[in-house]
Nanobody, 118 residues
Framework: QVQLMESGGGLVQPGGSLRLSCATSGSISGRYTMGWYRQAPGKERELVAAISSIGVINYADSVKGRFTVSRDNAKNTVYLQMSSLRPEDTAVYYC????????????WGQGTQVTVSS
């Protein structure tokens, strides 16, 4: 059974930085994508950044140039480095593991709150 645990959220002033971590327990192998999503109050959950098992990276237009997704395979951890944070980045951030092969399954973390406010 795969479990995802996010950490690193908190309160930060506009222009500040935070690094989120997503630690995975259990084995994730095959073809998969690790993603960071966020959901603000009253809004739908949206993809922020993703990194695939072969290293393909995608970002939402709203975070390009400000956020960086990376992973440490030795630590089974995916990171989201967030810089130049804006109040509109305020949301609950979720880690996702989307496995495409050898079977299809989605795993989600419990989420971590990021609040950007002065």
């Amino acid at each position: 059974q795969v479990q995802l645990m996010e950490s690193g959220g908190g309160l930060v002033q506009p222009g500040g930085s935070l690094r989120l971590s997503c630690a995975t327990s259990g084995s994730i192998s095959g073809r998969y994508t690790m993603g960071w999503y966020r959901q603000a109050p009253g809004k739908e959950r949206e993809l922020v950044a993703a990194i695939s098992s072969i290293g393909v990276i995608n970002y939402a237009d709203s975070v390009k140039g400000r956020f960086t997704v990376s992973r440490d395979n030795a630590k089974n951890t995916v990171y989201l480095q967030m810089s130049s944070l804006r109040p509109e980045d305020t949301a609950v951030y979720y880690c996702n593991a989307n496995i495409q092969w050898p079977f299809k399954r989605d795993y989600w973390g419990q989420g971590t709150q990021v609040t950007v406010s002065s």
